[in-house]
Nanobody
Framework: QVQLVESGGGLVQPGGSLRLSCAAS??????MGWYRQAPGKQRELVAE???????NYADSVQGRFTISKDNAKNTVYLQMNSLKAEDTAVYYC??????????WGQGTQVTVSS
């Protein structure tokens, strides 16, 4: 059974930084990534890292966010710098396995506010 355990959300001022972590167990991941959903909006891809190292970012976070992965720990990280109010959302970890099954974390709230 796949389990995703997220941590690292919270309240931060504009311009600040946060680091999200997602530890995956029970899955041989092909893609590990982060999505977010703001109130009244659809869930959107933030960043993903694909087996072999290819990385995709949403245009809105390019240059500010960095996704990385520790293969030994099967953990994916999202370093978020220069945070803006519009980054406020619930952030969800997502893992896709090699036969395209998709798994979600419970979500962690990120609030950017002064």
């Amino acid at each position: 059974q796949v389990q995703l355990v997220e941590s690292g959300g919270g309240l931060v001022q504009p311009g600040g930084s946060l680091r999200l972590s997602c530890a995956a167990s029970g899955s041989n991941a092909y893609v590990m990534g982060w999505y977010r959903q703001a109130p009244g909006k659809q869930r959107e891809l933030v960043a993903e890292i694909i087996s072999g190292g290819r990385i995709n970012y949403a245009d809105s976070v390019q240059g500010r966010f960095t996704i990385s992965k520790d293969n030994a720990k099967n953990t994916v990280y999202l370093q978020m710098n220069s945070l803006k109010a519009e980054d406020t959302a619930v952030y969800y970890c997502n893992v896709k396995d090699w036969i395209s099954r998709s798994y979600w974390g419970q979500g962690t709230q990120v609030t950017v506010s002064s």
